[in-house]
């Protein structure tokens, strides 16, 4: 969880993405592909194996310092 910023309970994903994007507009771009990949892995009938690995390499990559 990043510091200050954690998922309050029925909070959906794009939500919690929307409120950190407020608080942390530095971070906003990271959350925001990294929410839309999530959500397509989640949700989506039609998503591919890239998806989880371009998830896994966005959630790698990403850095809240």
């Known amino acids: 969880a990043l510091?200050?910023?954690d998922k309050k309970p029925g909070e959906t994903a794009y939500n919690f993405s929307l409120r950190i994007q407020k608080q942390r507009p530095e971070l906003a771009q990271s959350v925001e592909r990294i929410t839309k990949i999530f959500t397509r892995l989640?949700?989506?009938k039609n998503h591919s194996e890239d998806d989880?690995?371009?998830?896994k390499k966005e959630i790698s990559n990403f850095d809240v310092s």
Request: glycine share 10%; hydrophobic share 50%.
């Open 3 to 5: 510091t200050g910023l």
């Open 42 to 44: 989640r949700y989506e």
């Open 52 to 55: 989880f690995m371009l998830l």
